[in-house]
DNA sequence: GAAGTTACGTTATAATATAACATTATGTCG
DNA sequence: CGACATAATGTTATATTATAACGTAACTTC
């Protein structure tokens, strides 16, 4: 597959994947450095995990690459939602809340509203930077003090539409 | 439950619960009848619940009305999915992925791409007529063929806010 | 190094959802 | 009508996702 046809969408368009791992996880050291955080191991290990797959994977997901990587020790859910927890809140990850599933951000502490693009096919989800602002505006035009958008956006990604035809 | 006037917007505003209950299901009727699909009678039950609400509820919730309902018999949670589901797919009822909860639909039928404003105080939605376009055409923009977008927006509303000061 | 705090570990259980199969109701076509 | 096909409901069991509650270890600060 030498083009590798023009996949889609930012977050997805072929890329160094080592290269960008090794950036985000730097990155998340970086904030939490900032912020005088502790980026624990287990949460490393965590946001390791959501970064090589690159793909939102479910809190049991992690757990069980956890507990493939631990020897013999047998990690329970409360640890693995700990850690979602503090890195959702620091913005290094995000939940999908249409599939319960959990995905490193792109844009580490950032807390940018991001959007997602998400492939019923592949799987693979797109993380677009902000985009809307016509959204939040009308929020705001009726007094409605926003938190947190969610923009979840299931369809069928250009290589898949191509692929199935 | 006086949350009858402190709600805010769009769809909350102050209105006829009643009237506005009955014209919902009749919207439904006529919406089935067209489609020539039956709107039986737990389907019915179920709707109802969410109509009276007018807030989402949790499957469970639902459940927990039915069985209140019946006298003896008691009722499992697939007879309550699987009429969601019905009521889902045919555009009556919406679910709220961020609360995993359902909310009747205010345009029965018209599989608008609806988005909501979730008021993390008094748990009141307001259902919002599409709107945007800006997201959906970004979408096309990159061959993303959209199925279905999900738009919650979690915040304050303006009523919570003045009661919060 | 003792006290306070934060993170981790452990056990149990809550809350949400579906698979699989049996039964009943409804439609339909001879 | 009556037999077959289909759709809807009912039932049992279990899967999946998430959290409460409490104990232990690690780090921080004085």
Redesign the pocket.
Known sequence: MSRENKSSNIAFRKHDHRRCQRQLLSAARQVCETRK??L????RQVLEILLASHQPL???DILAELNRAADA???????V???LE?LLVEGLIHRIESR?AFISCVHPGHQCAAQFLICRDCEQVAEIENGDSGLLAQADNIGFAVDHAVVEITGVCAQCQKHGE
């Open positions: 955080l502790r624990t191991s287990r949460r479910g809190a049991y020790e047998r990690i329970a859910p409360p640890i939602y700990r850690a503090f319960n």
